[in-house]
């Protein structure tokens, strides 16, 4: 169990409580938001909150979350930007892994330009193609790391074993899979993260399911603590791990400020426990 409010990513420490930035889009995460005033409000928000680890994807949109991200935030300052790429857009809710070395590059030289840097702080393989050669995904992400075009590379929704074959063409900084208090298949890739000193960003951070609606067992915990499900979620994540990073997402404010008030969320001992027995 984690005390540590902060994570060592590469040469960046940041806070561990981050920022998903996928839900700033439009429907179907296609297209721009219908409220674009308020999804910069959000980003705008978030600094002003001390989150300084916002995570998107060239994917978003497409392009979308990255043009907001430059808009509300560059210069970014302490605020490091973390992108994906990897997954083709062809509509909404339509996502086709990608992995060609080429295509991968012009995706990393594309979010340099939209993010307006030099060096992006975290990029990281959306998805490992099946169609492509591991090793072929792997080396373009070191050859774009040795030229100085990122300054860290991350994986997403993969297994141990994958981990380990990109670990021996370059360092992993971060692994990003689906995680949450009453979803748990990752756990074991969780646990290697933890030995291995790798960053864990659970998306999809916030508990469903039967056990956090209206009257669940998740859902009585939290009102008897006086906080909601999301907040109690995303305690629990921060209490779990001291390699996990939550990005919990958002397109208003109201609900953002609702997020980052889980910090100071205190669970003892003995309701970290009982939370992690629960199961959906």
């Not at 921060?238 to 205190?266: F, Q, Y």
Request: charged share 25%; with cysteine; net charge negative.
């Amino acid at each position: 169990m984690s005390n540590d409010s902060t994570f060592q990513l590469a040469s960046n420490r940041i806070n561990r409580l981050g920022f998903g930035a996928m839900r700033i889009t439009g429907p179907g995460i296609w297209g721009y938001p219908s409220d674009r005033i308020e999804a910069l409000a959000v980003l705008r928000r978030a600094r002003e909150l001390g989150i300084d680890f916002i995570d998107t994807a060239d994917s978003y949109g497409p392009s979308v979350s990255e043009e907001l991200i430059f808009e509300a935030l560059h210069p970014y300052g302490d605020v490091k930007i973390a992108t994906k790429a990897g997954l083709l857009r062809t509509g909404p809710d339509v996502w086709v892994p990608c992995g060609i070395p080429d295509y991968l590059r012009q995706e990393c030289e594309l979010s340099l330009r939209r993010l307006g840097q030099e060096s992006l702080d975290l990029f990281q393989l959306h998805r490992i193609d099946p169609n492509v050669p591991d090793d072929e995904q792997f080396g373009l992400l070191k050859d774009l790391l040795d030229e100085g075009k990122v300054q860290a590379l991350g994986l997403s929704e993969v297994s141990i074993d994958e981990i380990k074959a990109a670990q021996k063409v370059f360092p992993v900084a971060t692994v990003q899979n689906l995680y949450n208090l009453t979803n748990r298949k990752s756990e074991d890739v969780l646990n290697y993260c933890e030995e291995q000193g790798i960053g864990f960003i659970p998306w999809f951070p916030v508990a469903s399911g039967d056990l956090a609606r209206p009257g669940g067992r998740l859902d009585a915990l939290a009102h008897e603590k006086g906080v909601s499900v999301a907040q109690f979620s995303l305690a629990w994540l921060l209490k779990r791990s001291s390699v996990m990073i939550p990005i919990p997402g958002t397109s208003k404010v109201a609900h953002l400020e609702e997020n980052v008030a889980s910090r100071d969320v205190e669970l003892d001992d003995e309701t970290f426990r009982t939370l992690s027995e629960l199961t959906s």
